[in-house]
């Protein structure tokens, strides 16, 4: 089973993110900002995180350079609700595997998330 690690200030959409995410079979892990995120990433070790930019203190831009340099292999698709192309760009540049504008759909969330799954899965074979 894979585990997804969600993270975003807001619990509504966490709540929201866990339940779509175990209906489809995932484990998922939940954090409500960057600091508890990068701490629950050394004991978690997820296959992928779903990360907000939008957040107080540590964003989600600061938060994905900082997995992407302890975690390099871990996946990382960012949502965000201000999205620009800039934003988009800056997002890819730094490590994002994907963003997700909000509001998405479920099945946005979700082709989105077994895409990126299926990449990390030819990355760990090629390993």
Do not use: C, W
Not at 9 to 27: F, K, Q, T
Not at 29 to 52: F, I, R, T
Not at 66 to 71: G, M
């Amino acid at each position: 089973m894979k585990k997804l690690l969600v993270v975003d200030d807001d619990v509504h959409v966490r709540m929201m993110l866990e339940a779509i995410l175990e209906s489809e079979g995932y484990s998922v892990v939940l954090a409500q900002g960057g600091p508890e995120a990068l701490a629950m990433m050394k004991e978690e070790q997820p296959s992928l995180v779903l990360l907000d930019y939008m957040m107080p203190g540590m964003n989600g831009l600061d938060v994905l350079r900082e997995i992407k340099k302890s975690h390099g292999r871990t996946k990382v698709i960012m949502v965000t609700g201000h999205g620009n192309e800039k934003l988009s760009i800056e997002m890819l540049k730094s490590g994002a595997s994907d963003y997700i504008q909000k509001p998405f759909t479920m099945d946005q969330l979700l082709s989105t998330v077994k895409r990126v799954l299926s990449v990390r899965a030819e990355d760990d074979k090629n390993q």
